[in-house]
């Protein structure tokens, strides 16, 4: 069980350019993913997901909702990351299409 989830540990992983000439509603559905996928992260006690992308990779990752904080600012938003975290923005969301729990 743990072995297929730690297959997708990726050290540093892609970095993924936001998706050119959408819609406003296209971004609007992925605002709303996001906050879903937050809303499940923050009342989860599990922090470690397996992220599911577009092209078919896929990556193990430490998740977390942060506000409030040295690395947050302002707005609770998911990042990436144990030691140093890193905001998973939208860009980077609009690729996502589906996060699970890993292990």
């Known amino acids: 069980m743990y072995w297929k989830d730690i297959r997708y540990l990726t050290p540093f ?3 993924r350019n936001p998706p050119t ?10 605002l709303r993913r996001y ?4 809303k499940d992260i923050r009342t989860s006690n599990n922090h470690w997901r397996v992220i599911s992308y577009d092209d078919g990779s ?3 990752a430490y998740l977390r909702v942060l506000q ?4 947050s600012g302002k707005y609770p938003a998911i990042y990436r990351g144990v ?3 890193r905001m ?6 609009a690729h996502i299409t589906d996060i699970r729990l890993a292990f």
């Open 58 to 60: 896929r990556e193990l």
């Open 88 to 93: 998973v923005d939208y860009g980077t969301f």
């Open 13 to 15: 992983p892609r970095r």
């Open 83 to 85: 030691i140093f975290p």
């Open 21 to 30: 000439g959408m819609t406003r509603e296209y971004w609007g559905n992925v």
């Open 35 to 38: 906050g879903n996928a937050r």
């Open 68 to 71: 409030g904080g040295i690395f």
